[in-house]
């Protein structure tokens, strides 16, 4: 792993979950939650989702991730060993000292907890290890589970990005958050 990314120490371990860097054999389990339709509206992602644009992100991210470009985890449930989220930071800016946070968690487990869970974690490790000064979210404004997440997290919600997001032929508005290091 490239860049000041080294300096991370992983995998994290949370109450519930290990995340960790995507493996060639987690290809499956991402394939199975990102085809499912209804993740589409708030996930960018390739739609229809094919088994090979899973393969892909394993294989980018993990090539992004050596050049201290981006971080991509996957959590798993240590019960279970199931996949239970994807957390990553990107546009990592290291000259100002921050970068973005994205989520998702497969369907069948929204509202038990993961994302909070994984994103407090990742923003603790983010700002203990790497000279990273805040972390900020952009939220589509309907969103409310993933500005719930932000919430529970410490994240405050700075302003509206207005008509941002083109949606078909709809545009949207979408929020910005943001953590600073002192505030978590
Ligand atoms: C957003 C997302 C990651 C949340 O994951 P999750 O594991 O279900 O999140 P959590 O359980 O930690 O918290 C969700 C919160 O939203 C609330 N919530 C969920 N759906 C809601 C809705 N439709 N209206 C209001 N609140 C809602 C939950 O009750 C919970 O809040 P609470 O703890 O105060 O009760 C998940 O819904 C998802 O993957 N969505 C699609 C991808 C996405 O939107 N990613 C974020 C892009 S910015």
Redesign the pocket.
């Known amino acids: 792993m490239g860049g000041n990314l080294r300096s991370l120490r992983l995998p994290i371990s949370t109450a519930r979950m290990t995340l960790r860097i995507p493996e060639p054999s987690d290809a499956e389990a991402v394939y199975r939650a990102l085809h499912d339709a209804k993740?589409g509206?708030?996930?960018r992602r390739p739609s229809p989702y094919r088994r090979l644009d899973a393969d892909a992100f394993v294989r980018v991210t993990r090539r992004k991730m050596q050049k201290g470009e981006f971080l991509s985890l996957l959590g798993f449930e240590r019960a279970s060993s199931e996949l239970?989220?994807a957390v990553g930071l990107h546009s990592i800016d290291w000259a100002n000292r921050h970068a973005e946070i994205?989520?998702?968690?497969?369907?069948a487990?929204?509202?038990?907890?993961?994302?909070?869970?994984?994103?407090t974690a990742v923003c603790q490790e983010a700002f203990r290890r790497l000279p990273i000064h805040r972390i900020e979210?952009?939220?589509?404004s309907g969103?409310?589970?993933?500005?719930?997440?932000l919430?529970?997290v410490g994240f405050v919600k700075e302003g509206t990005r207005r008509e941002s997001k083109l949606r078909g032929t709809s545009w949207c508005d979408s929020d910005l958050y943001g953590l600073l290091k002192r505030e978590l």
């Open positions: 993740m509206r708030f996930v239970r989220v994205g989520y998702w968690v497969p369907r487990h929204w509202g038990k907890g993961w994302a909070t869970e994984a994103v979210a952009t939220v589509s969103n409310v589970a993933s500005a719930r997440v919430a529970h």
